[in-house]
């Protein structure tokens, strides 16, 4: 569970990301977002352009509006105004802009790496041969469908029902992320997660999810709103197109595409949605082999998990049961043509970005421009850079810490996280609806926190993932299966490793692990403009503060509240206790199910919870702490601002953005974090707020004292 800063994956594929935007942001729609302009576009936006913690708190501010009527316009109206996003991107805000920059560093490190000759079967070679190997637009439009072909005949094999379960299981990939970077999307039919046993702490175990659709959620299926449809008839003529693309027929293509979306419909009409799917309770659902063939008829799953080289697995965690039956029920009921045609379909979809032109043009038409708004398809060197990052994410980390980020850096960040866990630890001792033996257990968990900083302790070892210079096709399914591989080997330890990050370096995020009680924050987030040691202590606090304090917060959010100290899913409240954490949990979902970024469609309170709950905890434990670094005094005006009123608007300025609006729309249905106006009205919540800014009652985000949430 992290910032996420909703942004772009230049493979415009609905799958996870490594590189994010803001706090427990994805790389799915979070998607990896790596950023936008040439290298020197870049930099010469970023000059002309500062963003706000580094520069005036004024610019971009709209004073004409009155904080308490719209906190978020208050402080960026005229940024926002002023602004244009970016032509190859869907959204563009700080995040964006520190993302570009870091963009910017790594592709010349990379550049830098390939033209230093690395040592064959160095980690250096692999990074260059992969991401030149993506930049060779030559090389892959001359070899043409031809390294897809052996995909495509291995779905011609499939022969009955036992060979289709197997051909599934062999495409299973660990490209899923329950409870860390939220991302319950593979277009895969089932997607694994290989993480910290719920029950059992101390040892690995796997997690089956639902997949199997081409669009980011079944709602785009499911809804009959006139948005969706046109979505609808969309991805159904790209589906067709797709296959044209491959050499069938216009007529058999059309016809296919009718009968794959048909098939996709029916998967999506057994999915479980969003905000359910985020319900840890009802997701945990530990099934044997026998209970595979008893709760979920019709697919053979002996083929399945044997295809998936998982046969000797006792057990897994199926997350969403009923979805995983009704898929399974599919497997036997739909023709075994049509799940062919589906399968191929979705190994030409899936690879399209290592595919000649045409392909490329198409997948984006659909994922960039159709369902996220995007004109303009991005640079090839951003795009490389994406899949790099994807596939090679810790090699590519380790070259960037080497020489972007200091020691100095990462203990000033260390000691900024213990004043933050120390001011969340006094907020607890002040709660006076908690009982002493709740108190206790909560104040255990946040003592056993393991907080990462800058980096992971131990690097990913990429020596057995085989990268040939000029096979850009066969080095991203290789760097896939590599990291199923490695994730498969975990099942086989000990004991888990809490020092495992689920993050890379270079990426402009932050996340919360609740199952391990662990926060990691790369390096690429910890400078300006969310922290500079040259900065006002306000400052600071408002931004990077309140990032650190919304990760420390998912600990204790709807779904971390579940867990206990070492990370088994534990009933530690009260009765009592639990009864006033979900009633303050409900006011803060009738609170955003208030918001309504369009007429027809309304923020999801229930969908949201886990990231407000963090916003606004996050935010009063920063706010504490600031007021505890000041020792009593006040802080200097600045600006013509006193302290407080530096804190909440640099918080405010954190989530300057914009969105197209397909994009926005994407966020709202499919994402569990709120839009970023949204969350900088999380505001309305501290009682500082008001009397720093003098809201008053006949103001918008006025809420009486009895409505605000103070859950922690």
Same mark, same amino acid.
């Given at each position: 569970?992290?910032?996420?800063?909703?942004?772009?994956?230049?493979?415009?594929?609905?799958?996870?990301?490594?590189?994010?935007?803001?706090?427990?942001? +994805?790389?799915?729609?979070?998607?990896?977002?790596?950023? !936008?302009?040439?290298?020197? @576009?870049? !930099?010469?936006?970023?000059?002309?352009?500062?963003?706000?913690?580094?520069?005036?708190?004024?610019?971009?501010?709209?004073?004409?509006?009155?904080?308490?009527?719209?906190?978020?316009?208050?402080?960026?109206?005229?940024?926002?105004?002023?602004?244009?996003?970016?032509?190859?991107?869907?959204?563009?805000?700080?995040?964006?802009?520190?993302?570009?920059?870091?963009?910017?560093?790594?592709?010349?490190?990379?550049?830098?790496?390939?033209?230093?000759?690395?040592?064959?079967?160095?980690?250096?070679?692999?990074?260059?041969?992969?991401?030149?190997?993506?930049?060779?637009?030559?090389?892959?439009?001359?070899?043409?469908?031809?390294?897809?072909? &052996?995909?495509?005949?291995?779905?011609?094999?499939?022969?009955?029902?036992?060979?289709?379960?197997?051909?599934?299981?062999?495409?299973?990939?660990?490209?899923?992320?329950?409870?860390?970077?939220?991302?319950?999307?593979?277009?895969?039919?089932?997607?694994?997660?290989?993480? +910290?046993?719920? =029950?059992?702490?101390?040892?690995?175990?796997?997690?089956?999810?639902?997949?199997?659709?081409?669009?980011?959620?079944?709602?785009?299926?499911?809804?009959?709103?006139?948005?969706?449809?046109?979505?609808?008839?969309?991805?159904?003529?790209?589906?067709?197109?797709?296959?044209?693309?491959?050499?069938?027929?216009?007529?058999?293509?059309?016809?296919?595409? @009718?009968?794959?979306?048909?098939? =996709?419909?029916?998967?999506?009409?057994?999915?479980?949605?969003?905000?359910?799917? =985020?319900?840890?309770?009802?997701?945990?659902?530990?099934?044997?082999?026998?209970?595979?063939?008893?709760?979920?008829?019709?697919?053979?799953?002996?083929?399945?998990?044997?295809?998936?080289?998982?046969?000797?697995?006792?057990?897994?965690?199926?997350?969403?049961? !009923?979805?995983?039956?009704?898929?399974? @029920?599919?497997?036997?009921?739909?023709?075994?043509?049509?799940?062919?045609?589906?399968?191929?379909?979705?190994?030409?979809?899936?690879?399209?970005?290592?595919?000649?032109?045409?392909?490329?043009?198409?997948?984006?038409?659909?994922?960039?421009?159709?369902?996220?708004?995007?004109?303009?398809?991005?640079?090839?060197?951003?795009?490389?850079?994406?899949?790099?990052?994807?596939?090679?994410?810790?090699?590519?980390?380790?070259?960037?810490?080497?020489?972007?980020?200091?020691?100095?850096?990462?203990?000033?960040?260390? +000691?900024?996280?213990?004043?933050?866990?120390?001011?969340?630890?006094?907020?607890?001792?002040?709660?006076?609806?908690?009982?002493?033996?709740?108190?206790?257990?909560?104040?255990?968990?946040?003592?056993?926190?393991?907080?990462?900083?800058?980096?992971?302790?131990?690097?990913?070892?990429?020596?057995?993932?085989?990268?040939?210079?000029?096979?850009?096709?066969?080095?991203?399914?290789?760097?896939?299966?590599?990291?199923?591989?490695?994730?498969?080997?975990?099942?086989?330890?000990?004991?888990?490793?809490?020092?495992?990050?689920?993050?890379?370096?270079?990426?402009?995020?932050?996340?919360?692990?609740?199952?391990?009680?662990?926060?990691?924050?790369?390096?690429?987030?910890?400078?300006? &403009?969310?922290?500079?040691?040259?900065?006002?202590?306000?400052?600071?606090?408002?931004?990077?503060?309140?990032?650190?304090?919304?990760?420390?917060?998912?600990?204790?959010?709807?779904?971390?509240?579940?867990?206990?100290?070492?990370?088994?899913?534990?009933?530690?409240?009260?009765?009592?206790?639990?009864?006033?954490?979900?009633?303050?949990?409900?006011?803060?979902?009738? +609170?955003?199910?208030?918001?309504?970024?369009?007429?027809?469609?309304?923020?999801?309170?229930?969908?949201?919870?886990?990231?407000?709950?963090?916003?606004?905890?996050?935010?009063?434990?920063?706010?504490?702490?600031?007021?505890?670094?000041?020792?009593?005094?006040?802080?200097?005006?600045?600006?013509?601002?006193?302290?407080?009123?530096?804190?909440?608007?640099?918080?405010?300025?954190?989530?300057?953005?914009?969105?197209?609006?397909?994009?926005?729309?994407?966020?709202?249905?499919?994402?569990?974090?709120?839009?970023?106006?949204?969350?900088?009205?999380?505001?309305?919540?501290?009682?500082?707020?008001?009397?720093?800014?003098?809201?008053?009652?006949?103001?918008?985000?006025?809420?009486?004292?009895?409505?605000?949430?103070?859950?922690?």
């Amino acid at each position: 569970m992290g910032l996420r800063l909703h942004g772009n994956n230049y493979r415009y594929t609905v799958m996870p990301p490594l590189s994010a935007t803001v706090p427990c942001m +994805q790389k799915s729609l979070l998607k990896q977002l790596l950023l !936008t302009g040439s290298l020197a @576009a870049s !930099t010469m936006l970023l000059a002309a352009e500062p963003s706000p913690q580094t520069a005036d708190l004024a610019a971009g501010m709209d004073t004409s509006i009155r904080p308490g009527d719209d906190f978020f316009a208050y402080a960026n109206g005229n940024w926002v105004k002023n602004t244009s996003i970016p032509s190859d991107r869907s959204s563009f805000g700080v995040f964006a802009q520190l993302g570009e920059i870091t963009d910017a560093q790594v592709a010349d490190l990379i550049r830098d790496t390939a033209a230093s000759a690395p040592a064959v079967g160095s980690a250096a070679r692999q990074i260059a041969d992969y991401y030149n190997s993506v930049m060779d637009e030559a090389g892959i439009e001359a070899k043409g469908l031809a390294p897809l072909r &052996p995909s495509l005949q291995r779905v011609d094999a499939i022969k009955d029902g036992v060979t289709l379960a197997h051909f599934l299981g062999t495409t299973l990939r660990t490209d899923v992320d329950i409870l860390n970077n939220s991302q319950l999307h593979t277009d895969r039919l089932f997607g694994l997660w290989v993480a +910290q046993d719920l =029950e059992d702490p101390v040892h690995y175990a796997p997690f089956l999810v639902q997949g199997g659709l081409g669009m980011p959620d079944r709602n785009y299926y499911v809804s009959d709103s006139a948005h969706m449809r046109d979505l609808q008839q969309q991805y159904r003529s790209y589906v067709a197109g797709l296959l044209r693309l491959s050499g069938i027929a216009s007529a058999d293509a059309d016809a296919q595409a @009718a009968r794959i979306y048909d098939l =996709e419909l029916r998967i999506a009409q057994v999915h479980v949605d969003r905000a359910d799917s =985020e319900d840890v309770q009802r997701g945990h659902n530990r099934w044997s082999m026998p209970d595979f063939y008893n709760r979920a008829p019709g697919l053979d799953w002996n083929a399945f998990f044997d295809g998936a080289r998982l046969a000797k697995q006792p057990t897994f965690v199926v997350w969403q049961s !009923t979805a995983v039956t009704g898929i399974s @029920a599919l497997a036997k009921s739909v023709p075994l043509s049509t799940w062919k045609e589906y399968l191929r379909f979705h190994a030409i979809d899936h690879f399209a970005a290592f595919l000649p032109k045409a392909f490329v043009d198409a997948h984006f038409a659909f994922y960039g421009s159709a369902l996220q708004g995007t004109p303009q398809l991005p640079e090839r060197w951003k795009r490389a850079l994406d899949d790099t990052n994807h596939a090679l994410g810790d090699g590519v980390g380790r070259l960037y810490v080497q020489r972007y980020f200091s020691l100095e850096a990462k203990r000033s960040i260390e +000691q900024l996280v213990q004043n933050l866990i120390a001011a969340f630890a006094g907020r607890i001792d002040a709660l006076e609806w908690m009982a002493p033996e709740t108190r206790v257990q909560a104040k255990a968990k946040l003592a056993a926190l393991k907080v990462g900083v800058g980096y992971p302790d131990h690097w990913t070892d990429y020596s057995a993932l085989k990268i040939v210079a000029g096979d850009a096709y066969g080095n991203a399914g290789r760097a896939e299966l590599f990291h199923y591989d490695f994730d498969l080997t975990k099942l086989t330890r000990s004991q888990v490793d809490r020092s495992e990050w689920s993050l890379t370096p270079q990426a402009v995020n932050a996340v919360n692990l609740p199952a391990m009680n662990a926060l990691n924050f790369p390096a690429a987030i910890l400078q300006a &403009p969310f922290f500079s040691a040259n900065r006002p202590a306000q400052l600071n606090y408002g931004s990077i503060g309140a990032i650190i304090g919304h990760e420390i917060s998912h600990s204790f959010d709807d779904q971390g509240a579940q867990f206990d100290a070492t990370g088994r899913l534990h009933d530690w409240w009260s009765a009592q206790d639990y009864a006033h954490f979900k009633a303050s949990s409900q006011q803060l979902v009738a +609170q955003f199910d208030g918001y309504k970024p369009f007429p027809d469609l309304a923020v999801n309170g229930k969908q949201t919870l886990g990231e407000n709950i963090a916003d606004v905890a996050g935010l009063a434990a920063a706010y504490s702490a600031y007021r505890s670094s000041l020792g009593g005094a006040e802080a200097a005006p600045l600006e013509g601002f006193n302290g407080d009123q530096q804190f909440f608007l640099s918080f405010a300025q954190t989530w300057r953005s914009k969105y197209r609006d397909p994009m926005l729309r994407q966020l709202v249905v499919s994402n569990g974090h709120a839009p970023a106006p949204y969350r900088a009205s999380t505001v309305r919540n501290i009682d500082a707020w008001y009397k720093a800014f003098n809201v008053q009652p006949n103001q918008s985000l006025y809420l009486p004292p009895a409505d605000r949430v103070h859950i922690w």
